[in-house]
């Protein structure tokens, strides 16, 4: 049940060893696989992508890297935020298909202290 835990806690268990940031993915896509369906929340779950970083945050937590305050933590983002080379709608069919080259300021932000955008919401 790790869902029902906090950031802090999960991040602990990260940090701990106790668990790998891949891990912890691999329990959030079950997770959204299972309630998505109902609340149909998610506008845009790129998993390969998803998996590509939190293998590279596995492999520093492995080399004893300094780790980032939101290390391996996932992260949903209201689908009004531009997010790299992950499908941004604005909530509209016109950008249906519209895939920002740059994060936003704060996206950057997330990502540069390990947390993982896991997707976008509406």
Known sequence: ????????????????????????????????ADINPTLNAFVTLDWDRVFDETKKLDQSIVNGERLGILHGLPIAVKDLT???????????????????????IRIAAIRSHGGVILSTFD
Not at 88 to 102: D, I, M, Q
């Open 82 to 104: 531009r997010t790299r080379n992950m499908r941004t709608t604005f909530g509209s069919s016109l950008f249906a298909n519209h895939v920002p080259e740059h994060d936003e």
């Open 1 to 32: 049940m790790l869902h029902k835990l906090s950031a802090w806690e999960l991040r602990r268990l990260l940090g701990a060893k106790r668990i790998s940031p891949t891990e912890l993915m691999r329990h959030y896509q079950a997770r959204i």
